[in-house]
């Protein structure tokens, strides 16, 4: 028995106890309700040790530091850090992993940690707290982070004279999908917190610096942290995420997500316009109307089989996501379209696999995630399907999709060659400190040179381009994963048609 379970029995035997004694009755008779002289001593004995013996709280002083636990069981809000440790005085330190929703709950729990006192740093050697935001869809991702918690708990041996108080945490769905495993069994976090169990980061904390393993993975049918403004500064980056709900409903065959992020519920109307200060129920409408709104949508197909997406249980047929390609592209004109894509499913044959293929060049997508199915436990499929395309299937196939899908990116940004795209600047390019990057208004990628540009067509002035700038760039030339160009001139979201109007007077 844990610790944390030893509690749980001690406050049920002791309030036990104390409603027997308020209803006039007595703690022996509660543990003997038939006894004989020798069961009656052992019961006076037992009345001595609970009348002098050690209290709840005294369980509690006495934990040691290999003790683990469980928030969840824990009905008393009271808490503390340590004086030597305070909040203020700690450094966390963020690694985030997988989809978007864990970029914005790693924007939520700083949101969190920073309220209770603590401060932000991105370089590990100064961090007091490493917190893992962690993804369970994939095998892959899960193993991903094993090895990074190996590392780290080497990483905190290490440091253990000059950083004794290092506390490493795992959030998200890992820590929701593992439970015990992360803190008893393989012993290298010492705090756990599930998707819905952010706000008691800072309690869990304090409890990992009072020597104990903390966690509370309890999922909820209610949280949506709607009242929490996510922290979107970084210095990074100048776009955010904005989620506006959480957990699924949809029990694809494939997916672990409701097992580790729980049922769907939405945010509030009003928690998501205090966030973006503007929404409204035509979500299309207002990504066309707005020019600060990327126009580009994520719609995920999986498979392009109706046959294969039932056996997925996505609840919708080919014809019906071609239907909403259509919608989506008659409401907002030239809309760039994302999707995820997964190949080799249980049961999808050649004929599956063509149809796939099919809607990728009929769709015409400018990003895509592309992934073979990896069977995960707990999911429909797991009871109830066969996973049962070989794996050298499985990556052919993939493979041909790859190839698909980058000829038909390639198309759908060859198109856009000759036109002039507004760029929100967001740094250099990987491959070049010579040349800059950032994104256009259907989040494609641009690359061009880096230079000096004029602020109005008819002034010299040449200003340098810096992050979260806007320039105006003439595309050139494009591939599958991006577009090429040379900048023209320093740019707004309201100055841009004003600008292209003044260009295009002169001859650049």
């Known amino acids: 028995m844990n610790i944390s379970s030893s509690f749980t029995l001690c406050r049920f035997t002791f309030r036990k106890c104390l409603s027997r004694r308020l209803q006039g009755d007595t703690c022996d008779r509660y543990y003997c309700s038939k006894s004989s002289s020798t069961d009656q001593t052992r019961v006076v004995q037992l009345k001595n040790k609970l009348a002098c013996g050690p209290s709840f709280q005294d369980f509690i002083k006495s934990s040691t530091s290999d003790k683990s636990y469980d928030a969840c069981n824990d009905e008393y809000e009271e808490y503390h850090i340590p004086e030597c440790t305070t909040a203020r005085s700690q450094k966390v330190y963020f690694e985030t992993y997988g989809c978007q929703m864990n970029v914005s709950d790693t924007e939520i729990a700083w949101s969190i940690l920073q309220k209770a006192g603590y401060s932000r740093t991105h370089e590990l050697p100064e961090a007091d707290v490493v917190l893992l935001v962690t993804c369970s869809v994939r095998e892959k991702a899960e193993q991903t982070i094993w090895n990074r918690l190996k590392h780290l708990t080497a990483l905190k041996k290490r440091c253990q004279k000059h950083k004794p108080l290092l506390k490493i945490g795992v959030l998200g769905c890992m820590a929701e999908r593992l439970k015990t495993k992360l803190l008893e069994q393989e012993k290298l976090v010492d705090v756990l917190a599930g998707p819905d169990a952010y706000r008691h980061l800072p309690r869990l904390l304090s409890l990992a610096y009072g020597g104990q393993r903390a966690s509370n993975v309890l999922l909820s049918l209610e949280e949506t942290y709607a009242d929490v403004m996510p922290v979107h500064q970084t210095p990074e980056g100048h776009s955010a995420f904005v989620s506006i709900m959480r957990g699924c409903d949809n029990m694809c065959s494939y997916c672990i997500v409701p097992f580790t992020r729980g049922r769907e519920r939405s945010r509030p109307l009003s928690s998501i316009l205090e966030e973006v200060r503007m929404l409204s129920d035509q979500v299309l409408q207002l990504i066309q109307e707005r020019r600060n709104i990327c126009k580009q949508i994520h719609l995920p197909a999986q498979s392009g089989s109706s046959r294969v997406l039932h056996a997925m249980r996505r609840g919708y047929t080919r014809e019906a996501y071609l239907d909403l390609v259509e919608n989506i592209r008659e409401i907002i004109p030239g809309v760039s379209l994302s999707s995820d894509f997964i190949t080799g499913f249980?049961?999808?044959?050649?004929?599956?696999?063509?149809?796939?293929?099919?809607?990728?060049?009929?769709?015409?997508?400018?990003?895509?995630?592309?992934?073979?199915?990896?069977?995960?436990?707990?999911?429909?499929?797991?009871?109830?399907?066969?996973?049962?395309?070989?794996?050298?299937?499985?990556?052919?196939?993939?493979?041909?999709?790859?190839?698909?899908?980058?000829?038909?990116?390639?198309?759908?940004?060859?198109?856009?060659?000759?036109?002039?795209?507004?760029?929100?600047?967001?740094?250099?390019?990987?491959?070049?400190?010579?040349?800059?990057?950032?994104?256009?208004?259907?989040?494609?990628?641009?690359?061009?040179?880096?230079?000096?540009?004029?602020?109005?067509?008819?002034?010299?002035?040449?200003?340098?381009?810096?992050?979260?700038?806007?320039?105006?760039?003439?595309?050139?030339?494009?591939?599958?994963?991006?577009?090429?160009?040379?900048?023209?001139?320093?740019?707004?979201?309201?100055?841009?048609?004003?600008?292209?109007?003044?260009?295009?007077?002169?001859?650049?």
Do not use: W
């Not at 044959?349 to 069977?375: C, I, K, P, W």
């Open 346 to 508: 249980c049961g999808e044959t050649e004929e599956d696999h063509q149809q796939t293929l099919s809607l990728v060049r009929e769709v015409g997508y400018n990003v895509g995630f592309l992934f073979a199915y990896s069977m995960r436990k707990k999911t429909h499929a797991y009871h109830r399907l066969q996973d049962d395309v070989p794996a050298p299937v499985k990556q052919c196939r993939l493979e041909e999709l790859i190839s698909v899908f980058r000829e038909e990116a390639a198309k759908v940004n060859m198109a856009l060659t000759g036109s002039t795209q507004l760029v929100l600047v967001e740094g250099e390019s990987k491959r070049s400190s010579e040349e800059l990057c950032g994104r256009n208004d259907g989040n494609v990628k641009v690359v061009f040179p880096k230079t000096d540009l004029p602020v109005q067509p008819e002034k010299p002035q040449m200003v340098p381009v810096t992050l979260g700038d806007y320039v105006l760039v003439k595309i050139t030339s494009a591939n599958s994963q991006c577009l090429r160009g040379h900048a023209l001139i320093h740019s707004s979201l309201n100055d841009r048609k004003t600008s292209e109007h003044l260009l295009s007077k002169q001859t650049i």
